[in-house]
């Protein structure tokens, strides 16, 4: 099965930036749909942005024009560039995957990494 393993997780001030790294094993070429979700303490999960192997993608209101979702096929890497930063974008942010097309951001993901701390400060 597909194991996922992000990194690059931290602490930044507002209005900094930082670039989460999500690194893909196994039965890769079956992931048809990944995606990051965060999760803050006390709160639900939410989906951030999503991206199928076409390079199509979708993102959450709050993130849009600021976070960028992109892959790596070559290197099963899934990133997460993430700009001006404000404190409610802190949360353990999390890489998932699935074989299924098209999901969206409220969608089950099959596959979860264990997640990274992402921190910001006023």
């Known amino acids: 099965q597909v194991q996922l393993v992000e990194s690059g997780g931290g602490s930044v001030q507002s209005g900094g930036s930082l670039r989460l790294s999500c690194a893909a094993f196994?039965?890769?070429?079956?992931?048809?749909?990944m995606g990051w979700f965060r999760q803050a303490p006390g709160k639900e999960r939410e989906g951030v942005a999503v991206?199928?192997?076409?390079?199509?993608?979708s993102y959450a209101d709050s993130v849009k024009g600021r976070f960028t979702i992109s892959q790596d096929n070559a290197k099963n890497t899934l990133y997460l560039q993430m700009n001006n930063l404000k404190p409610d974008d802190t949360a353990i942010y999390y890489c998932?995957?699935?074989?299924?097309?098209?999901?969206?951001?409220?969608?089950?993901?099959?596959?979860w990494g264990q997640g990274t701390q992402v921190t910001v400060s006023s």
């Open positions: 998932a995957a699935d074989w299924r097309w098209g999901l969206p951001l409220s969608g089950d993901f099959r596959y």
């Open positions: 196994g039965p890769t070429y079956s992931t048809h749909s």
């Open positions: 991206i199928d192997t076409s390079g199509r993608t």
